[in-house]
């Protein structure tokens, strides 16, 4: 799977921003699509990740009830819509795509950077105090 991500910039706190991933080179019936993000001097971390034929989401305690994934089957993009943004929320987000290889492999398992074997490559998103 091919990834390729997009929709970062520079907004203010309290904005809001949507990222896009568009996914190209398999069907993607059978896979998850996460989201990471990396800020400076620090690891990569989990945002959020949903699986592509539910539609079910999940996601880290720091952006819950404020960011949600959702997809559009049609033009095999997945987008995460940041509400509410913080300066914390200012990193490199990046998209990944993770097979499921069992239907009863839950969601918390996508939370490790190690499930997915593609990965798009990063887009800034930096919020201003």
């Known amino acids: 799977v091919q990834l390729q991500a997009s929709g970062g910039g520079l907004v203010q706190a309290g904005d809001s921003l949507r990222l896009s991933c568009a996914a190209s080179?398999?069907?993607?019936?059978?896979?998850?699509m996460g989201w990471f993000r990396q800020a400076p001097g620090r690891e990569r971390e989990f945002v959020g990740v949903?699986?592509?034929?539910?539609?079910?989401?999940y996601y880290a305690d720091s952006v819950e009830g404020r960011f949600t994934i959702s997809r559009d089957n049609a033009k095999s993009t997945v987008y995460l819509q940041m509400n509410s943004l913080k300066p914390e929320d200012t990193a490199v987000y990046y998209c990944?795509?993770?097979?499921?290889?069992?239907?009863?492999?839950?969601?918390?398992?996508?939370?490790?950077?190690?499930?997915?074997?593609?990965w798009g490559q990063g887009t800034q998103v930096t919020v201003s105090s």
């Open positions: 949903i699986n592509w034929s539910r539609g079910t989401t």
């Open positions: 080179g398999r069907t993607l019936g059978s896979y998850v």
């Open positions: 990944a795509a993770a097979p499921v290889r069992s239907v009863i492999t839950p969601m918390t398992s996508f939370a490790r950077r190690s499930a997915y074997n593609s």
